[in-house]
């Protein structure tokens, strides 16, 4: 998202951000990504290109808005222990960013030229889940690893893999969540 967003909730700016969002997403399914134009979007929204620009910048930074506002953030699974939790989440998480919209947030978030807000947005996204998990374990007195420890080990390789090679599966992902939990039970028995 661009620092030149408007941040004021509700109101006009929060009907144009609807508005351009739908026409963004309208327009995705009619016509190649590639054929996609700031007027195209200006006019399905009935809003000015010169608004657009103002707000977002420039397409990529459009669009890399756009794919934030649809990363999903639903309660991640409660399995009823911390490893199963964090390991079925993981697996969701790698299959859902793979898929061809994940793989196109993905695209977006990283063609948003210098937004580094919207990057990181999409990483608060998942610290969010992991620290939603991390409080589930605590409220059963079970240990956690570390969320940055989470995201370097377990969340970084899944996106890597998918920008550059395979995507991960559901036993890939255990295997990068495991040692976490093998490591918090060493740590406590020294």
């Not at 948003?112 to 374990?137: K, M, N, V, W």
């Amino acid at each position: 998202m661009s620092e030149k967003t408007n941040s004021r909730p509700g109101g006009r700016s929060a009907r144009v951000q609807a508005a351009v969002h739908a026409a963004v997403n309208a327009l995705l399914e009619e016509v190649d990504r590639a054929g996609l134009t700031i007027p195209m979007i200006a006019e399905r929204a009935d809003v000015t290109p010169s608004t657009i620009y103002r707000r977002w910048g420039d397409l990529p930074s459009l669009l890399a808005d756009v794919a934030v506002a649809r990363i999903r953030t639903d309660e991640p699974e409660d399995t009823g222990a911390a490893e199963s939790d964090l390991t079925a989440w993981a697996g969701t998480y790698a299959e859902e960013m793979a898929t061809g919209p994940g793989r196109e947030l993905i695209r977006d978030v990283v063609a948003g030229r210098g937004e580094a807000h919207t990057a990181l947005t999409c990483c608060q996204f998942a610290r969010q889940q992991i620290d939603r998990l991390a409080e589930r374990a605590s409220e059963r007195g079970e240990r956690f690893p570390e969320r940055e420890t989470v995201v370097d080990r377990v969340v970084a390789p899944i996106i890597y893999r998918i920008l550059f090679d395979d995507a991960l599966d559901r036993e890939q992902c255990r295997r990068l969540v495991e040692p976490l939990f093998r490591a918090a039970e060493a740590s406590r028995d020294h």
